[in-house]
């Protein structure tokens, strides 16, 4: 069977990633990695890389292309502007811009007769999977998302966006408290503050107003804005000493009552070691989806809600009904 052959836009993080689930995959092969550097500077593990002011030499060689910028910038030009040329896929986690964005690319992936999937990863993404389901089957109920403890990517890259910062990771901590009382059945409203808290670490540039980068932090709209937040500034060593590593998980919960009286909890969690690994595996399975739905005629923008579940397993549908129906 001949494989998908997928390119990866942008080479930091989540690019490294794709490009370790795509070389994981049977079906699958990596054919280009597009980059804004030299790619003569660039080193990646697969011996990869082009500029991405000739994307279009590769248009005909590439059946889906995962766009791996960041959502702060780069995904809303990078995924529009890749959608003209390639099927695509991105992980754009700006939730309260997720309308526009997809009208935006919906608007140039019909026009360019190509499919873009956008907003794939795990929330966006499979944590929204579950709060469908959750409230499909429990439609009476109340659904609960707690992110964390872990490293946000999203975040951590609107942090090293701001001007006079050298270094930032931000770490998204969970009510636990909250957290069990939900999951013993007990209802409770809570506001965006009081489910979580936000912790900032950031390396200040040489000269950076430290008090005026912390007001630009903690008044963020979309990201620290509507939570406690607190920013620790630090030496470039602490942290290469206690913040390189990129983990984070979460839950989602769905209450709810099938008739009067009668409780019903449905909870989805994940822990992970690598958020851009794991983010990484879910955009290739995606982007193995997006290939099969493309071929099959499919045009315009989607998201994770559009996609049959059977599309992102490289098992046939037979197989899968036989292994794990």
Same mark, same amino acid.
């Given at each position: #069977? ?6 990866? @836009? ?17 079906? #699958?092969?990596?054919?280009? !990695? ?12 697969? %011996? ?13 060689? $590439?059946?889906?292309? $995962? ?29 309260? /811009? $997720? ?54 990517? %999203? ?12 270094? =930032? ?5 969970? @009510? ?35 008090? =005026? !980068? ?5 008044? #963020?709209? @979309? ?8 920013? @620790? ?32 909890? !449905? ?19 995606? /982007?193995?989806?997006?290939?099969? #739905? ?7 923008? $989607? ?14 549908? /037979? ?7």
């Amino acid at each position: #069977m001949e494989k998908i052959k997928v390119a990866i @836009n942008g080479y930091g993080n989540l690019g490294r990633a794709v490009e370790l689930a795509v070389g994981r995959s049977a079906d #699958m092969e990596l054919v280009a !990695i597009f980059t804004r550097r030299d790619p003569a500077d660039l080193e990646t593990a697969s %011996g990869l890389a082009a500029p991405s002011s000739e994307m279009a030499r590769w248009v005909g060689n $590439i059946d889906v292309c $995962i766009n791996c910028g960041g959502s702060a910038t780069d995904l809303r030009d990078q995924t529009p502007e890749a959608s003209t040329l390639f099927n695509v896929v991105d992980t754009f986690d700006t939730h309260a /811009a $997720i309308p526009q964005h997809f009208a935006v690319v919906d608007q140039v992936a019909r026009e360019n007769d190509r499919l873009a999937l956008i907003s794939t990863g795990w929330d966006p993404g499979l944590f929204s999977l579950n709060r469908l389901i959750g409230e499909s089957i429990l439609p009476e109920g109340e659904t609960y998302t707690f992110w964390g403890p872990g490293l946000s990517q %999203g975040h951590s890259d609107a942090l090293r966006r701001i001007e006079g910062v050298a270094a =930032a990771v931000q770490y998204t901590i969970p @009510n636990e408290g909250a957290l069990d009382r939900i999951h013993a059945g007990e209802h409770l409203e809570l506001t965006t503050r009081e489910k979580h808290r936000r912790e900032c670490w950031v390396v200040l540039a040489d000269g950076a107003d430290g008090d =005026a !980068i912390r007001e630009t932090i903690v008044s #963020m709209p @979309n990201y620290f804005a509507d939570y406690d937040t607190t920013v @620790n500034f630090i030496s470039q060593e602490e942290f290469d000493r206690d913040h390189t590593g990129m983990p984070h998980g979460g839950t989602v919960i769905r209450q709810g009552q099938t008739s009067e009286g009668t409780s019903q909890v !449905i909870s989805f969690k994940l822990a992970l070691d690598s958020n851009p690994e794991f983010t990484g595996a879910v955009a290739c399975a995606t /982007a193995r989806a997006v290939a099969r #739905m493309a071929a099959e005629g499919q045009r315009g923008a $989607i998201t994770l809600f559009d996609v049959p579940p059977a599309k992102l397993s490289p098992e046939d549908p /037979a197989q899968l009904r036989k292994r794990l129906l």
